[in-house]
């Protein structure tokens, strides 16, 4: 699927589930919003960062520097309880996330006095 394409379903996606759920008000939806959430290609820091700016441009907002302590960069645009978001994991906290995983499986919990 090219890019166009599956841009064009993307949004027709979306209107149609815009559509379904204005239709079927007994369908719940989530209390805390829905996020579409785009991560730009992996590569250097530098190159994310600038594609994360280039998407704020475009969004008309800027990045949230208090993200950067998590070692995310970002750029949202918000609809109600509803956000685009542009987010950059960068390559150190890409790095903590595989060590913290790293012990996945070694560590098993007793379970004998679980409910």
Avoid: W
């Amino acid at each position: 699927m090219t890019d166009t394409n599956h841009r064009t379903a993307m949004v027709k996606g979306l209107h149609d589930l815009a559509a379904f759920l204005e239709a079927n008000p007994k369908v719940p939806v989530p209390r805390h919003g829905v996020t579409i959430l785009y991560f730009p290609k992996r590569d250097t820091d530098a190159e994310m960062i600038i594609e994360v700016d280039r998407i704020a441009t475009l969004l008309g907002t800027v990045t949230d520097p208090d993200d950067l302590v998590h070692g995310h960069y970002k750029a949202c645009l918000a609809f109600g309880p509803v956000s685009y978001e542009a987010l950059a994991i960068l390559a150190a906290r890409r790095a903590q996330h595989e060590a913290d995983v790293s012990y996945s499986g070694c560590v098993v919990p007793d379970t004998t006095n679980a409910l």
